[in-house]
């Protein structure tokens, strides 16, 4: 089955320092979502990715999809105080979506 | 006009009691799920209802059974709640039949078992 590893667990920054989560799958993906959920809040949709080596941006956050539809990263330039949150990717695979683990990020003001 | 809405929000109960989840979704989707995330913040489906018909049943206990009265409306009924049913529970509205579109999410019902 699909086997889906998101990293790192946990990353705590100085808030204007830079960071990226990474999605890895051992199976070739149809597409990939990313999700961010706050403190005591919901998973809110971010983005699907469904190329490959498709790369999208919003603000200060890029998405990347990689070239043989395995893995994908978010990165976010220059972090604020409100970027704080878990980010989950969500590959699908044979019309299945699912939740990785997530990546719960911290920024120091 | 709250596009996913799920009640209550907060319930606290003692082991062995049954109770029940509600969750509504007005934006006109066909797909509805149920979510777990547990204190690491894992998510792991638990349920997912296409126009009422049951498309996905993760390995959950028999204790928990979905209800979908109408493609608006997900409902999932605890029977005798044991303490390692202590959770968020998050409902969850996508468009049409694929599984791979983007999910839209309640606020969450935070179930603490006492």
């Known amino acids: 089955g699909q086997q889906v590893m998101q990293i790192p667990q946990y990353q705590h920054v100085q808030e204007g320092e830079d960071f990226t989560t990474y999605c890895n799958s051992s199976?070739?993906?149809?597409?990939i979502q990313w999700y961010k959920q706050r403190p005591g809040g919901h998973p809110v949709f971010l983005i699907q990715?469904?190329?490959?080596?498709e790369v999208k941006k919003q603000k200060r956050l890029t998405f990347q999809f990689g070239e043989a539809k395995k893995n994908s990263s978010l990165h976010i330039t220059a972090t604020q105080t409100t970027d704080v949150g878990t980010y989950f990717c969500?590959?699908?695979?044979?019309?299945?979506?699912?939740f990785g683990d997530g990546t719960t990020l911290t920024v120091k003001p | 006009d709250t596009a996913v809405s799920q009640t209550p929000k907060y319930l606290v109960t003692q082991m062995g009691n049954d109770k029940s989840i509600k969750c509504e979704q007005n934006?006109?989707?066909?797909?509805m799920y149920w979510y777990k995330q547990d204190s690491k913040k894992f998510l792991k489906i638990m349920f997912s209802?296409?126009?009422?018909?049951?498309?996905i049943n993760e390995t959950v206990p028999n204790r928990f059974s979905p209800k979908s009265p109408d493609k608006a409306h997900l409902n999932l009924h605890i029977n005798s709640l044991e303490l390692g049913d202590s959770a968020v529970y998050f409902c969850?509205?996508?468009?049409?039949?694929?599984?791979?579109?983007?999910?839209?999410f309640g606020d969450g019902t935070r179930l603490s078992i006492l």
């Open positions: 209802y296409n126009n009422k018909e049951l498309i």
């Open positions: 969850a509205s996508s468009q049409g039949r694929r599984l791979n579109q983007p999910q839209h």
């Open positions: 990715l469904v190329k490959s080596g």
């Open positions: 969500v590959p699908t695979n044979a019309g299945k979506s699912t």
């Open positions: 199976t070739t993906l149809s597409n």
């Open positions: 934006l006109g989707h066909d797909t």
